[in-house]
Structure formats: structure tokens, C-alpha cells
């Protein structure tokens, strides 16, 4: 390794950034053609494929329905959507491009907005202030009782002169309603696709770097202890240009157990149809160029073929030739962390099939300095496409995924499957279920959804699913809607949590207490 300054970027290029109503895409296609391609390995079968709803030891569905539900934020003349979502113990905040709501947990009465992200910067100065950008993420640090929202700020950047800037604030209190400590980070290079991740000593960032064309991956750790007092923060970045080193995402901490102090953190991203790429990360606060970023070899997996064949627009929808980008290139946001009792485990899932898209999951477990399979599984029960995934597990070990379905009888509309811990491994044993079921179909929207839903368990009981997604309600463009729920599977219902931190009581939402960055520095791997 050696230590290497950012390469400085002269115009913007991101295959994934929100499309606008009326943008040419003829830039774009050609910014994707830049993209590494995942390598393929051919296999014979998917051997860990589930074609039926439920496991051979439950007769019917026995996934409940859900228990809350309620309309979320809907289209802002962007598309797709991004939508992410988190959960306290009072209140539920989700994120599209470019805007945001509050809600009230128990009831989901609107407490805020929806208003645009930029206003938790107003005053802050900058293009965090003066712009809108998207690509959201929200996070409830439940080590800290904060909330945690970020978005890029991209227009009018060249990142020389005016660099490309991740904007992030972190609540003052454990209310979204109250004030909000303000960060921006800068980078030399498009900061495409930003994924947040919560560790006990970092908020992880991972970004696709575009220069203007793709360049490689760099994965950046925040002072996460600096920023929940409101002290300037800095930040340690690593640039990741092997083949595997797109759309990595790291590990966020889930549930009610914590890693060690000494744990690093961990990272994975595709590495071939039949293997993951695994690092660890681990920032030192105190001598930042004694940070380590380190490939800890590969995990692997059941083989799958890569959905749509590496196209953006497979999956069918009814009454329109129209097609939706089923993301088979990446792992799908979140990965996550989980410890119950001694053992812990990662969680991960993307889209798999060729023909008919399933949601390909897994649970990974620590194995030395990196990871092996636990479990894993393809949900694919029937000719419906099920994609656009994410994944959570509740503190008595059952897993939950939330995700889209569509198929040209079937309107895109989200959807939900569970495990139970005695449930056969590599199943989702309990079925399926409908959060909403979609009415229409979207058209002339350059194939555009997700990027991303979202999945949350909740704080307070340690049991509660909280799902948000995307669906589109009458047949058009630019005018999807999103929807948030939550269940809760029986068999967890009733586990008592220690809460990790006092919540403040809701206020009016102000901004206040902004902070400044250091870039420390890059390092090429």
C-alpha cells in the first residue's frame, strides 16, 4: 500500500444519481458502461433455491399480517425514489430524494414535513445549504439515541475548486424534531452512491467514485464520537480499485447487542456469481495513518446468475412493455450486524435469477479475521419477480426481508417473508405477505427503482419489523409512492430490551451547532 493524494475530478459522472424529469440520458448510459461488470461464473442451478411459500414444516402462511401501516413520502419529480427509513423508540423518519418526513411511531401521525433534506442545513452555508441533491440514507444510532441523515451535494461541484461534499447531521437529542449538529466532507471525486453504516467507532460511508467515469470504490470512516458532541469531525478514507471494490457497503450494528471494542468493522461486496469479497476497516482516531483497511479474503457462496443478465429493465410489469432495473449488480443495502447472546452475525441480500428474479439472502458468521456462510437461501416460490431486497433479524434469530414484486399479472407492490430460528436453515419459513399491492405500472422513467428500501428493527421491543419500498398506485411516470409498516413475528413478541439511551421529548425541529471536516487522507490498496 501507499499513502496517495485524491485524484481531482473535472466534471461529474453517476449511473446511479437520481433521474430528473426531462435529463438527456445519452451521458448517463455511457457513464454505466464504465461500471466494472460482475464476473460471471457459470453455474448449473441455484442449489439453495426455495420454490415453495412457506417450509415443508408449515402447512400454511403463518407470517402475520401487518400490524401498522401508512403512506409515506411520494414523488418530488425524481426518480427512483431511494427511500430509506429508520425507527426509535417513538418515532419512525424516512428519506426519499430529496425530502424528508417524521413520524409518530404508535400512531404514524405526521410530525414533520414532508420538506426538503437541505433544510437541516439551512444557515450551514455551502452546497450542502444551497443545494438538494439526494441519494439519502438515515440511521437511529441506538448506541448513542441520536438520529443520523445524509445526503450528497453535487450540483455545481468539479471537485477541485469546489469539491463534491457528503452532507451529514447527527441529532442534538433523540428527537428528529429538535436541533441537529451539521457536517460536510469533501472529495475529489463524484461521491456516487453513498451508504451509511453506524459502528461503535465510526459512521461508514462507502461510495462509487466517478472521475468523471467510474475510478473505484473508497470507503470512509466519520469520528463518530466527535460528531454525537458536536465537535469538528474528521474523517479517514481508503480507496478500494481491485475488481471486487464496487458498491461495497459495511456492516451497521442492529439490535441490542454490540460488537467488542475491539472488533473491525466489516465490509463485502461481489466478488464473482459464486464468491463475496470480504475487508475490515478499522480507523485509529488518536494516529489516523495507523488506520487499517485490510482484504480479508473470500467467502463462498451458492452460485447464482446475476439479474437480468446484467441489464437494467427485466423485470416485468402488467399492461406495459416497459421494464424495471432489477439492481443485480450490487448487494443491496443494508448489510448488517447482529449479536444475540455470544453469537454474532452478518446479514446480507441482493437479486438473483436470470429469468425470474428472487431475492437471494444470507446469514454470515465470523470465521477467524473473516466470514463463511451460515445459511443462505433464493426466495423464489413462483414466477413473480421478487427484488429490490432488504434484510433484518429480530432478537429471538428470526430473519426478515422486505422487497418489490412485480410480474405482468402483477403490479409492482411490496412485499414481506420471515424465518423463524427453528425453521429449516436457508428458508423463509413463515411466507409471504403484502404490505401493499401495487395498482399500476411505471412508464418513461429511463427504468429507474429503488435504489434502495429499507427494513429496521425496532429499538424498543427488539421484535418489530419496520418496512418501507416503493409502489406505484396508478399507471404514469415520476409518481411513485412509498409506503411504511411493520409486524411482528409471535414467537418474539414479549422480550424485554434494556433501553440504550434516554429520548428527549419531541420539540419543533431548529438547526444549530455547525461543524467543520479535515480530509486526513486517501490510501490507493
Same mark, same amino acid.
Given at each position: 500500500?501507499?499513502?496517495?493524494?485524491?485524484? =481531482?475530478?473535472?466534471?461529474?459522472?453517476?449511473?446511479?444519481?437520481?433521474?430528473?424529469?426531462?435529463?438527456?440520458?445519452?451521458?448517463?448510459?455511457?457513464?454505466?458502461?464504465?461500471?466494472?461488470?460482475?464476473?460471471?461464473?457459470?453455474?448449473?442451478?441455484?442449489?439453495?433455491?426455495?420454490?415453495?411459500?412457506?417450509?415443508?414444516?408449515?402447512?400454511?402462511?403463518?407470517?402475520?399480517?401487518?400490524?401498522?401501516?401508512?403512506?409515506?413520502?411520494?414523488?418530488?419529480?425524481?426518480?427512483?425514489?431511494?427511500?430509506?427509513?429508520?425507527?426509535?423508540?417513538?418515532?419512525?423518519?424516512?428519506?426519499?430524494?430529496?425530502?424528508?418526513?417524521?413520524?409518530?411511531?404508535?400512531?404514524?401521525?405526521?410530525?414533520?414535513?414532508?420538506?426538503? #433534506?437541505?433544510?437541516?442545513?439551512?444557515?450551514?452555508?455551502?452546497?450542502?445549504?444551497?443545494?438538494?441533491?439526494?441519494?439519502?440514507?438515515?440511521?437511529?444510532?441506538?448506541?448513542?439515541?441520536?438520529?443520523?441523515?445524509?445526503?450528497?451535494?453535487?450540483?455545481?461541484?468539479?471537485?477541485?475548486?469546489?469539491?463534491?461534499?457528503?452532507?451529514?447531521?447527527?441529532?442534538?437529542?433523540?428527537?428528529?424534531?429538535?436541533?441537529?449538529?451539521?457536517?460536510?466532507?469533501?472529495?475529489?471525486?463524484?461521491?456516487?452512491?453513498?451508504?451509511?453504516?453506524?459502528?461503535?467507532?465510526?459512521?461508514?460511508?462507502?461510495?462509487?467514485?466517478?472521475?468523471?467515469?467510474?475510478?473505484? =470504490?473508497?470507503?470512509?470512516?466519520?469520528?463518530?464520537?466527535?460528531?454525537?458532541?458536536?465537535?469538528? =469531525?474528521?474523517?479517514?478514507?481508503?480507496?478500494?480499485?481491485?475488481?471486487?471494490?464496487?458498491?461495497?457497503?459495511?456492516?451497521?450494528?442492529?439490535?441490542?447487542?454490540?460488537?467488542?471494542?475491539?472488533?473491525?468493522?466489516?465490509?463485502?461486496?461481489?466478488?464473482?456469481?459464486?464468491?463475496?469479497?470480504?475487508?475490515?476497516?478499522?480507523?485509529?482516531?488518536?494516529?489516523?495513518?495507523?488506520?487499517?483497511?485490510?482484504?480479508?479474503?473470500?467467502?463462498?457462496?451458492?452460485?447464482?446468475?446475476?439479474?437480468?443478465?446484467?441489464?437494467?429493465?427485466?423485470?416485468?410489469?402488467?399492461?406495459?412493455?416497459?421494464?424495471?432495473?432489477?439492481?443485480?449488480?450490487?448487494?443491496?443495502?443494508?448489510?448488517?450486524?447482529?449479536?444475540?447472546?455470544?453469537?454474532?452475525?452478518?446479514?446480507?441480500?441482493?437479486?438473483?435469477?436470470?429469468?425470474?428474479?428472487?431475492?437471494?439472502?444470507?446469514?454470515?458468521?465470523?470465521?477467524?479475521?473473516?466470514?463463511?456462510?451460515?445459511?443462505?437461501?433464493?426466495?423464489?416460490?413462483?414466477?413473480?419477480?421478487?427484488?429490490?431486497?432488504?434484510?433484518?433479524?429480530?432478537?429471538?434469530?428470526?430473519?426478515?426481508?422486505?422487497?418489490?414484486?412485480?410480474?405482468?399479472?402483477?403490479?409492482?407492490?411490496?412485499?414481506?417473508?420471515?424465518?423463524?430460528?427453528?425453521?429449516?436453515?436457508?428458508?423463509?419459513?413463515?411466507?409471504?405477505?403484502? #404490505?401493499?399491492?401495487?395498482?399500476?405500472?411505471?412508464?418513461?422513467?429511463?427504468?429507474?427503482?429503488?435504489?434502495?428500501?429499507?427494513?429496521?428493527?425496532?429499538?424498543?421491543?427488539?421484535?418489530?419489523?419496520?418496512?418501507?419500498?416503493?409502489?406505484?398506485?396508478?399507471?404514469?411516470?415520476?409518481?411513485?409512492?412509498?409506503?411504511?409498516?411493520?409486524?411482528?413475528?409471535?414467537?418474539?413478541?414479549?422480550?424485554?430490551?434494556?433501553?440504550?439511551?434516554?429520548?428527549?421529548?419531541?420539540?419543533?425541529?431548529?438547526?444549530?451547532?455547525?461543524?467543520?471536516?479535515?480530509?486526513?487522507?486517501?490510501?490507493?490498496?
Amino acid at each position: 500500500r501507499e499513502d496517495e493524494g485524491e485524484e =481531482a475530478a473535472s466534471e461529474a459522472g453517476d449511473p446511479d444519481a437520481p433521474t430528473r424529469k426531462g435529463e438527456d440520458q445519452s451521458e448517463e448510459e455511457a457513464r454505466e458502461r464504465s461500471v466494472p461488470k460482475l464476473r460471471q461464473v457459470p453455474v448449473a442451478r441455484d442449489t439453495v433455491l426455495q420454490t415453495t411459500m412457506t417450509a415443508a414444516n408449515v402447512a400454511v402462511s403463518a407470517i402475520p399480517a401487518a400490524s401498522r401501516s401508512w403512506e409515506g413520502v411520494s414523488a418530488w419529480y425524481s426518480a427512483p425514489p431511494d427511500t430509506s427509513m429508520d425507527v426509535s423508540p417513538t418515532q419512525v423518519v424516512e428519506v426519499v430524494n430529496s425530502r424528508f418526513a417524521v413520524y409518530d411511531k404508535t400512531s404514524g401521525a405526521l410530525l414533520y414535513g414532508p420538506v426538503s #433534506l437541505n433544510t437541516l442545513f439551512s444557515g450551514f452555508g455551502g452546497l450542502c445549504q444551497t443545494t438538494n441533491d439526494g441519494d439519502p440514507t438515515v440511521q437511529w444510532d441506538r448506541l448513542a439515541g441520536r438520529w443520523v441523515i445524509s445526503q450528497f451535494a453535487i450540483s455545481g461541484a468539479n471537485g477541485s475548486t469546489v469539491p463534491y461534499l457528503q452532507c451529514v447531521a447527527v441529532s442534538t437529542t433523540g428527537s428528529a424534531l429538535g436541533s441537529w449538529y451539521r457536517y460536510s466532507f469533501a472529495y475529489s471525486f463524484f461521491n456516487d452512491y453513498p451508504k451509511l453504516a453506524v459502528w461503535p467507532d465510526a459512521y461508514y460511508t462507502t461510495f462509487n467514485a466517478f472521475n468523471p467515469y467510474f475510478d473505484a =470504490a473508497y470507503v470512509c470512516a466519520y469520528d463518530r464520537l466527535k460528531m454525537v458532541a458536536g465537535l469538528p =469531525a474528521t474523517q479517514v478514507c481508503f480507496r478500494e480499485a481491485s475488481y471486487a471494490g464496487y458498491s461495497i457497503l459495511v456492516a451497521g450494528v442492529d439490535g441490542s447487542g454490540v460488537p467488542d471494542a475491539s472488533t473491525a468493522a466489516y465490509a463485502t461486496a461481489f466478488e464473482t456469481t459464486t464468491s463475496l469479497a470480504v475487508w475490515r476497516f478499522r480507523p485509529d482516531w488518536n494516529d489516523p495513518t495507523r488506520s487499517t483497511w485490510t482484504r480479508q479474503g473470500s467467502i463462498a457462496v451458492a452460485g447464482f446468475s446475476q439479474a437480468c443478465t446484467g441489464g437494467r429493465s427485466c423485470i416485468q410489469q402488467p399492461d406495459t412493455s416497459a421494464g424495471i432495473d432489477g439492481m443485480g449488480d450490487r448487494m443491496l443495502y443494508r448489510l448488517v450486524y447482529r449479536r444475540i447472546g455470544s453469537t454474532e452475525s452478518i446479514l446480507a441480500s441482493h437479486a438473483a435469477g436470470s429469468t425470474t428474479v428472487g431475492v437471494r439472502w444470507y446469514e454470515l458468521r465470523p470465521s477467524g479475521s473473516t466470514l463463511a456462510v451460515y445459511q443462505q437461501g433464493t426466495y423464489q416460490p413462483d414466477a413473480t419477480n421478487r427484488w429490490m431486497s432488504s434484510i433484518a433479524m429480530d432478537e429471538a434469530g428470526g430473519i426478515a426481508l422486505g422487497y418489490n414484486a412485480s410480474s405482468a399479472t402483477v403490479y409492482p407492490s411490496i412485499r414481506y417473508a420471515a424465518r423463524i430460528a427453528s425453521d429449516p436453515l436457508g428458508t423463509l419459513g413463515q411466507g409471504e405477505a403484502t #404490505l401493499i399491492a401495487g395498482t399500476g405500472s411505471q412508464i418513461a422513467t429511463s427504468n429507474r427503482w429503488g435504489d434502495y428500501s429499507a427494513i429496521a428493527l425496532d429499538p424498543e421491543d427488539g421484535c418489530t419489523f419496520w418496512i418501507a419500498g416503493e409502489y406505484i398506485a396508478a399507471t404514469g411516470s415520476f409518481n411513485w409512492r412509498t409506503r411504511i409498516g411493520s409486524f411482528t413475528q409471535s414467537n418474539c413478541a414479549g422480550i424485554n430490551l434494556t433501553p440504550r439511551a434516554s429520548i428527549a421529548a419531541p420539540g419543533s425541529l431548529t438547526t444549530a451547532s455547525t461543524s467543520s471536516f479535515s480530509v486526513l487522507f486517501s490510501r490507493t490498496v
